[in-house]
Nanobody, 118 residues
Framework: QVQLVESGGGLVQPGGSLRLSCAVS????????MGWYRRAPGKQRELVAS?????????RDSVKGRLTITRDNAEDTVTVYLQMNSLKPEDTAVYYC??????????WGQGTQVTVSS
C-alpha cells in the first residue's frame, strides 16, 4: 500500500524558514512529477510547486523566489523536499505532497501543518 508521509512543519515567525520532507515508496514515483500542495483554512487545496523526474521545477507565482522544491530518487523511495524561506502569514496551511499536476486521490497523506505567526 502506497503511503505518503510528510514532515517538517511547525510554527515559525514571519521571515523564517522551514524545510518540509515527503517520502514515498514505490519505483513508479521516480518516473513521475511530484508536487507540494497546500490547503489554507477555508480554501481549496492548491499546487504550490512541482518537480519532474528530470528535476525541472515550476512554482506558483506567490511563492516564486521563496520556496524551492527538490527531489531525491533512490532505488525504491522518492523523497521530495520543500525549502521554505522568507515565510509570510499567508503561507499558513497544511502542506501535502503527491504526484503533479494532479494528486492521486487514494494516496493523500495527513499533511504537515505550517503556521507563520508572530
Amino acid at each position: 500500500q502506497v503511503q505518503l508521509v510528510e514532515s517538517g512543519g511547525g510554527l515559525v515567525q514571519p521571515g523564517g524558514s522551514l524545510r518540509l520532507s515527503c517520502a514515498v515508496s514505490g519505483s513508479i514515483f521516480s518516473r513521475v512529477a511530484m508536487g507540494w500542495y497546500r490547503r489554507a483554512p477555508g480554501k481549496q487545496r492548491e499546487l504550490v510547486a512541482s518537480i519532474t523526474s528530470g528535476h525541472d521545477t515550476n512554482y506558483r507565482d506567490s511563492v516564486k523566489g521563496r520556496l524551492t522544491i527538490t527531489r531525491d530518487n533512490a532505488e525504491d523511495t522518492v523523497t521530495v523536499y520543500l525549502q521554505m524561506n522568507s515565510l509570510k502569514p499567508e503561507d499558513t496551511a497544511v502542506y501535502y505532497c503527491n504526484t503533479a499536476p494532479q494528486g492521486i486521490s487514494s494516496i493523500w497523506g495527513q499533511g504537515t501543518q505550517v503556521t507563520v505567526s508572530s
